[in-house]
């Protein structure tokens, strides 16, 4: 028997504007089980990361869960006070985003962002938390981890910098 570790019930998102009320996204169900994967494909526009941004508590005003309940290993998550959420976002669930370039902040090196993320969520001191930013890099398939790690953003492809983000997610 596998333990759900994710699940959305019919999650309904809109968007109040002066004119109208925009459903942006209506009726999405789904179901993660621990050690399985899930992409969420669509048309640009479709709601994919509004969906994302919900789950996680990061839906940006004036958009609202409207309908809908958000579980997390069984827990309802998308009502807790806002503190909460935040102590489970990024060590219990956190979202990839599309656009890797505005993930990252451009005045801080690689490293430094994955050192100050690592520090954050663990008691790591600076040179294991170092050590295990080179071992994320590694894992996420970038070559010469030790001079990339001393690199900005800008210094990336957009591919490598998708890595990046994801190795951002799995530190955590």
Known sequence: MTDTLLQVEHLRIEIPTRRRTLVAVDDVSLQIDEGEVLGVVGESGAGKSLTGAAIIGLLEPPGRIAAGAVYLRGRRIDNLPYDELRRIRGREIGMVF???????????????????????????????????????????????????????????????????????????
């Open 98 to 172: 599309q656009d890797p370039l505005t993930s990252l902040n451009p005045l801080y090196t690689i490293g430094r962002q994955l050192v100050e993320t690592i520090q954050t969520h663990t008691d790591l001191s600076d040179s294991r938390a170092r050590q295990r930013a080179l071992e994320l890099l590694r894992e996420v398939g970038i070559p010469s981890p030790e001079q990339r790690l001393e690199q900005y953003p800008h210094q990336f492809s957009g591919g490598m910098r998708q890595r990046v983000v994801i190795a951002l997610a799995l530190c955590v």
